[in-house]
């Protein structure tokens, strides 16, 4: 690679984002990495479509019965329920009669909330109860040093292509381009993709796996979001790596990492895995060493 | 639209937000007066959307506006703990929560989302934003193209000055975005819109005779742009064209009203009227923009024998919750025309309850019926304020429609 294609930007020290170029930045920029953490862990503990809450994800395929104990996903007190798709969407169909339930939109069942998600024909049901703070995130302690500005490589062919989002469920996610960016000592090349939120909003995510995966992170990677800068250019930053929901619930799907997209380096940043249905070591075990 | 949570669990969360490492309840801290302006900033990661908000009123009994530039938003409920400042948007079930420190405040804005908080930081200092007028080359009407990931899509951009400085809006073949507010320096600009809801930042920098930038939306979404001085060709579909319907017979359509009762377009008092049929959400900030406009139709035209009737598709399919905000929406326009619940506001819902649309993609939608009950005309979406003489020609449109059709015997 020249040293053209190489267009990182190491941050010495001094961070922009949200209180301007000083170096008082960097304290502020890992006081809002903290703040993150904070507002996360709320709402781990309190969203209905928390994955804490999650009782049941399900590829709705030629449908899908809610209730009784003898159905497919037993909710102690409803009456039973069938949830098929049909024409595009996905319905919820009771003795009471049918109603829509519509993509990305938690919708209240007798104390329980259903999600349905992902695209005609391929549609995921999500069922969660009662929200709760099982257990907290844990994370590496912030490092500035895994912190860079990246500039996206656009894509020749944007084709687009289907990946599970972060929490399992299949979503349209073409590729946005990649990143370049030197990780400890190595050139390292990252695939973006878009994935699409409503009301015009989308994120960039980088699915990643690194040295540290099974070794105290999570083992089928992590998702990072790009974050924009006003510069144009965009923020990479590992102490924001998040778990897939399956690290949290066995309920969910987990996402296949995506070909190609690794650090070959240990990430020790962001979010680490603690077992939860696949016991990974302590990190304290494994000889990788923590600042 | 993402801003679509159980409001029982919103509330919860609200309570939590409070109780958090945000804001610390202080009970011994001297009152604190919020009254007056505060030139406020939500930091997206791409930039900083400016809006101001204004307070009113005594201890126990503030009130709020949230505005861009002179076109404000009122705030639902205004309550200062200790050191915490909490602002409530009920109608979109959002919040905006900071610590109070002297004279500036800095905290978030927050709704729930499905994969994660969708949390926002906020800021703001007391006193008013500079009324910047921007430069005459920005100034007019630009066919833009927004380049998503794997299609480009149509847009027009209303940039002019304003009595509050650099303001406009943005057209898509639905409907505008509502009105947006800001400033230029030199050959670049930003203007922003938040309105409790939707949160988009316009940002641009003149390059030759051609306009580039980028659309952020939410935190950290960002779409790059390109527009060109508008040469008066059409540059978006025309919203009668985005959406089709079955003429051949009359549009059906049958609904509980907010007292739960049936009322359907067989009835005695649709019988040999025109009919406008308005497909809305009250959690839409283009149908709000839309309501005064139909009111003003309905009392001008009521007594010579049009009838308008609003079909509400809600968030929740609670009736309890959406009737609610329902009757919100009708207090807030003092709407006298049958308002009824019609489903949840995904298009495949709208679809399916109105069989006889093709093509519907736009809240709101207004379908004009003749005497006869069949579909005469269809307008999607609406111009709202934010588009000045835009918005002036559609009503225009709108009640010439209505006009011709009730001159038709």
């Known amino acids: 690679m020249s040293s053209k294609t190489v267009r990182q930007l190491a941050l010495p020290g001094c961070l922009l984002l949200l209180q301007g170029p000083t170096c008082g930045a960097l304290a502020a920029q890992a006081a809002v990495v903290a703040q993150e953490r904070t507002e996360y862990e709320r709402w781990l503990g309190s969203a209905n479509v928390s994955p804490y809450a999650a009782i049941a994800q399900a590829r709705i395929g030629t449908g899908i019965r809610l209730g009784p104990a003898d159905s497919d996903v037993p909710l102690e007190g409803v009456p039973l329920q069938r949830v098929f798709e049909e024409g595009g969407r996905v319905v919820l169909e009771s003795a009471a009669g049918e109603r829509s339930l519509p993509k990305e939109r938690p919708v209240g069942l007798s104390g329980f909330t259903l999600l349905a998600s992902g695209p005609a024909g391929r549609a995921t049901l999500s069922v969660f109860g009662k929200p709760a703070l099982k257990r907290s995130p844990t994370y590496f302690p912030y490092d500035s040093s895994v912190v860079f500005s990246v500039s996206l490589e656009r894509a020749d062919q944007s084709g687009s292509g289907f990946v599970l989002e972060v929490d399992g469920t299949e979503v349209e996610a073409p590729v946005a381009g990649s990143i370049s960016f030197n990780f400890a000592g190595r050139l390292t090349r990252l695939v973006v993709r878009r994935i699409q939120g409503g009301d015009e909003e989308s994120d960039l995510e980088i699915y990643f796996r690194d040295a540290t995966n099974g070794k105290g992170t999570y083992p089928a990677g992590r998702f990072v979001t790009l974050l924009p800068s006003p510069s144009g250019r965009y923020l990479l930053d590992f102490n924001r790596a998040r778990n897939p929901f399956c690290a949290y619930n066995s309920v969910y799907a987990c996402p296949a990492p995506w070909r190609g997209n690794t650090v070959a380096a240990p990430v020790l940043a962001g979010e680490r895995y603690s077992g939860g249905g696949l016991d990974a070591p302590a990190v304290a075990d494994t000889g990788v060493k923590t600042r | ?409």
């Not at chain 2, 580039?212 to 064209?241: D, N």
């Not at chain 2, 919100?328 to 995904?346: E, S, T, V, Y």
């Open chain 2, 1 to 409: 639209m993402k801003k679509t949570t159980l409001p029982v669990l919103t509330r919860r969360y609200r309570w939590l937000a409070l109780g958090g490492g945000l804001l610390a309840w202080s009970p011994t801290a001297s009152p604190f007066d919020p009254a007056g302006t505060w030139r406020a900033v939500l930091d997206l990661a791409g930039g900083s959307l400016r809006f101001s908000v204004d307070i009113s009123g005594r201890a126990g009994a503030w009130s709020a506006k949230l505005c861009n530039g002179d076109r404000c938003e009122p705030i639902s409920r205004v309550r200062v703990f200790g050191d915490s400042l909490s602002l409530e948007i009920a109608d979109y079930d959002a919040t905006i929560d900071a610590l109070i420190k002297g004279d500036s405040l800095a905290g978030a804005y927050r709704n729930v989302g499905n994969r994660g908080p969708r949390v926002i930081p906020f800021r703001a200092a007391r006193g008013s934003w500079n009324k910047a007028a921007g430069p005459p080359k920005l100034v007019g009407r630009w066919d833009a193209t927004f380049f998503q990931a794997w299609r480009s899509s149509p847009r027009v951009f209303e940039i002019r000055n304003g009595p509050a400085g650099l303001e406009g809006t943005i057209i898509s073949n639905s409907g505008d975005y509502g009105h947006f507010w800001g400033s230029a320096s030199a050959d670049s600009f930003a203007l922003g819109h938040f309105d409790g809801s939707f949160v988009y930042l316009l940002t641009g920098r003149l390059d030759g005779d051609t306009l580039r930038g980028v659309f952020h939306a939410g935190l950290r979404s960002e779409t790059p742009w390109v527009a060109v001085r508008s040469t008066g060709k059409p540059h978006l579909k025309a919203p009668t064209e985005v959406t089709r319907a079955d003429t051949t017979e009359p549009f059906r359509f049958a609904f509980p009203d907010l007292q739960g009762h049936l009322v359907s377009n067989t009835d005695a008092r649709f019988r040999g009227k025109v009919v406008l049929v308005d497909v809305f959400g009250s959690w839409c900030p283009t149908c709000h923009d839309a309501a005064p406009a139909l009111v003003r139709l309905w009392q001008k035209y009521h007594s010579q024998g049009l009838e308008i009737v609003g079909l509400a598709f809600e968030v929740t399919g609670d009736t309890a919750v959406d009737g609610r905000q329902v009757r919100r929406f009708r207090d807030k326009f003092g709407i006298q025309f049958p308002l009824l619940l019609a489903g949840i506001n995904d298009t495949e819902t709208a679809a399916e309850a109105l069989p006889q649309l093709q093509g519907f993609t736009a809240y709101p939608t207004a379908i004009f019926l003749g005497r006869d009950g069949r579909v005469r005309r269809i307008h999607a979406g609406f111009y709202g304020p934010a588009t000045g003489p835009e918005q002036a020609r559609m009503e225009g449109e709108m009640e010439k429609e209505v006009k011709k059709l009730l001159r038709e015997q």
